[in-house]
């Protein structure tokens, strides 16, 4: 239950497209769901984040789409850029306690 | 604001030696502090979670007098591996969350390899 299932697990983009990554989660009681971006040798930083009252969010070239009937929510990174290429994780908590990662998306975006 | 800084950013040491990894918290005040192990192309791990002045709550499967963990001030929390072998060999993450800066926030990671 406590589980976040993320794909794709890998994925290329041409400059300028649009990157959709998919999130699914069990837990009902989960109401904090953040993106986290990667380079490699780095931490995490954290993207962009949404609670369950509101079904999107953007924040410039990059959007959260929220399925709460569904228990999806997916990112979508548009007109994408070769410094957008990183692994991608999505995560899901109960307020802001322990975070509970999908297994990452690593994106490559071709020049 | 929110930064969270991590020391070394890189060790290598022998196997049987004990190494003392750094996280503080440079704007804020943590309350919270996590410790995350990562495997290559793998996810995060969460091996323990601290509260400061308090003990640190392990998950399970973490050995707890093999990965030390001690968070004494509300900017300072410390992960020593002791006795480390090759098979510690990885990356760690720190990440904090305070009062005032709810989401955690992470710091660079130190990557430990063991001889």
């Known amino acids: 239950q406590q589980q976040v299932k993320q794909s794709p697990q890998s994925l290329i983009v041409q400059k300028g497209g649009i990157s959709i990554i998919n999130c699914a989660y069990e837990n009902t009681a989960f109401d904090y769901f953040p993106w986290y971006q990667q380079f490699p040798g780095k931490g995490p930083a954290l993207l962009i984040a949404?609670?369950?009252?509101?079904s999107e969010k953007k924040e410039g070239r990059f959007t959260i789409s929220f399925n709460k009937s569904a228990k999806q929510f997916s990112l979508h990174i548009m007109d994408s850029q070769p410094g957008d290429s990183a692994t991608y994780f999505c995560a899901a908590s109960q307020g802001y306690s322990t975070l509970t990662f999908g297994k990452g998306t690593m994106l490559l975006v071709s020049p | 604001g929110a930064v969270v800084s991590q020391h070394p950013s890189w060790v290598i040491c022998k196997s049987g030696t004990s190494v003392k990894i750094e996280c503080r918290s440079l704007?804020?005040?943590?309350?919270?502090m996590f410790w995350y192990r990562q495997f290559p192309k793998q996810s995060l791990m969460l091996m323990a979670t601290?509260?400061?002045?308090?003990?640190?709550?392990?998950e399970q499967g973490v050995e707890k007098d093999k990965f030390l963990i001690n968070h004494a001030s509300l900017t300072l929390s410390t992960l020593t591996v002791t006795s480390a072998h090759p098979e510690d060999s990885s990356f760690y993450i720190c990440?904090?969350?305070?009062?005032?800066?709810?989401?955690?926030?992470f710091g660079d990671g130190t990557r430990l390899s063991i001889l």
């Open positions: 704007d804020f005040q943590a309350t919270t």
């Open positions: 990440s904090a969350r305070g009062a005032g800066v709810k989401p955690q926030h």
């Open positions: 601290s509260n400061e002045g308090s003990k640190a709550t392990y």
């Open positions: 949404i609670r369950p009252d509101v």
